[in-house]
T-cell receptor
Framework: NAGVTQTPKFQVLKTGQSMTLQCAQD?????MYWYRQDPGMGLRLIYY???????DKGEVPNGYNVSRLNKREFSLRLESAAPSQTSVYFC???????????FGSGTRLTVV | AQTVTQSQPEMSVQEAETVTLSCTYD???????LFWYKQPPSRQMILVIR??????QNATENRFSVNFQKAAKSFSLKISDSQLGDTAMYFC???????????FGTGTKLQVIP
C-alpha cells in the first residue's frame, strides 16, 4: 500500500533551471495538493486540484505551474528556478473532510 | 482567511511525563475540522488526531488527546507518558467544512529528554 509517492527525494538546481516534481497516489482520492515547508513558516499551499481536470492557486503560486495528469498524478513544475524556491515540497491527497491528508515523503529542493 | 497560531516554537519534556502543545485559530466559520500532524526527523507528515467542530467531546487517540475549546478557538494537544519517539515537529491545522484546503500553523518542535 504505497499511499502517496513523490519523486525525487532530493534535488539541487542552478538558478534558471527547470524541473518537475512528480506525485502519484493510489488511494483513489479526488483531491491533491502541493505545499512548501520553510523554517518558521509552517506549510503553505502552492496549488491544489479538487478533482481530475481542475487546478487552483493556493497561497504562494508564483513561479510554479501544475498539471493534474489523471486522477492518480499531480505534478509541480518550476520553469525557472530561483533561490527563493529552496524549500521542502510536499504532495498530499485526501478523500475529503474529516479524514485529513495523506502526505508524500517530501522533496528537498536546493536552488543555488 | 483563517489563521492558525502556535505560540510555542520549541518545547521539551522528560520521558514518561505529560506535555501540552498550544494552538489557537481564528475563523468566522461554524463548521470546520482541526488536526494535529507530527513530523519526525524522517520528514514524513503523520496525522496524529482530528476533531470535528460540531462535536463537543474531545478526541483521544491512545496517549494523545486534545482540549477543544470552541468559544475560545483553542485546540491544544496533550501527550501523556511521553516517549522518545514523540520527538518531532507538531503542526496544528484547520480546514473549513466543505473545502479541502488546510491551513497549517508554524509548528512546535518537541524534544523528549531521556
Amino acid at each position: 500500500n504505497a499511499g502517496v509517492t513523490q519523486t525525487p527525494k532530493f534535488q539541487v538546481l542552478k538558478t534558471g533551471q527547470s524541473m518537475t516534481l512528480q506525485c502519484a497516489q493510489d488511494m483513489n482520492h479526488n483531491s491533491m495538493y502541493w505545499y512548501r515547508q520553510d523554517p518558521g513558516m509552517g506549510l503553505r499551499l502552492i496549488y491544489y486540484s479538487a478533482s481530475e481536470g481542475t487546478t487552483d492557486k493556493g497561497e504562494v503560486p508564483n513561479g510554479y505551474n501544475v498539471s493534474r495528469l489523471n486522477k492518480r498524478e499531480f505534478s509541480l513544475r518550476l520553469e525557472s528556478a530561483a533561490p527563493s524556491q529552496t524549500s521542502v515540497y510536499f504532495c498530499a491527497s485526501d478523500r475529503g473532510g474529516y479524514y485529513g491528508y495523506t502526505f508524500g515523503s517530501g522533496t528537498r529542493l536546493t536552488v543555488v | 482567511a483563517q489563521t492558525v497560531t502556535q505560540s510555542q516554537p520549541e518545547m521539551s519534556v522528560q520521558e514518561a511525563e505529560t506535555v501540552t502543545l498550544s494552538c489557537t485559530y481564528d475563523t468566522s466559520e461554524n463548521n470546520y475540522y482541526l488536526f494535529w500532524y507530527k513530523q519526525p526527523p524522517s520528514r514524513q507528515m503523520i496525522l496524529v488526531i482530528r476533531q470535528e467542530a460540531y462535536k463537543q467531546q474531545n478526541a483521544t487517540e491512545n496517549r494523545f488527546s486534545v482540549n477543544f475549546q470552541k468559544a475560545a478557538k483553542s485546540f491544544s494537544l496533550k501527550i501523556s507518558d511521553s516517549q522518545l519517539g514523540d520527538t518531532a515537529m507538531y503542526f496544528c491545522a484547520f480546514m473549513k467544512g466543505g473545502y479541502q484546503k488546510v491551513t497549517f500553523g508554524t509548528g512546535t518542535k518537541l524534544q523528549v529528554i531521556p
